[in-house]
């Protein structure tokens, strides 16, 4: 898991800036994609996260991130405790939190689990096979 997280921040961070929206919305799946200009209808993507199996989210619709360090972290340990605490987290599922640039609070995904696609095409994001990984 943290290798996954690990990878998506390096992408994000290979470039000046990163735009995101949620495009999908279900228990089942939540898909945010990202990319350079994502308020242009005809602007390609340049990344999809997938959280699969969502228990709870507290996000933006759309935001933009600072990729000058890490925008995707896994809570773990007191703060974990301290959210599972007030949600009632059932056991299983990861919380994760996204930062955005200009504000304050992160937005949290609680979710079985996460991937990410690099959509065929996509040119400004050079990266090798091995880091498009949707497995565990």
């Known amino acids: 898991m943290e290798r996954k997280i690990k990878e998506i921040n390096n992408i994000v961070k290979s470039q000046l800036w ?3 929206e949620i495009i999908k919305n279900s228990s089942k799946l939540l ?7 994502i308020f242009d209808i005809d602007s390609p993507y340049e990344l999809i996260i997938e959280f699969y199996d969502v228990f709870y989210i507290e996000s933006l619709m759309t935001w933009q991130t600072n990729t000058s360090k890490n925008f995707l972290r896994l809570i773990k340990g007191n703060e974990a405790y301290k ?3 007030e949600i009632q987290v059932e056991q299983g599922y990861l919380i994760f939190e996204f930062l955005a640039d200009d504000y304050d609070k ?3 995904i609680i979710a079985k ?3 990410y696609k690099i959509p065929l ?3 400004s994001i050079s990266i090798n096979k091995e880091m498009n990984s949707t497995e565990n």
Do not use: A, H, M, P
């Not at 898909?31 to 200009?37: F, N, S």
């Open 113 to 115: 689990n996460i991937g």
């Open 83 to 85: 959210i599972n605490k």
């Open 18 to 20: 990163f735009e995101f």
């Open 31 to 37: 898909k945010v994609r990202g990319g350079l200009d």
């Open 106 to 108: 992160g937005f949290i």
């Open 121 to 123: 095409g996509t040119s």
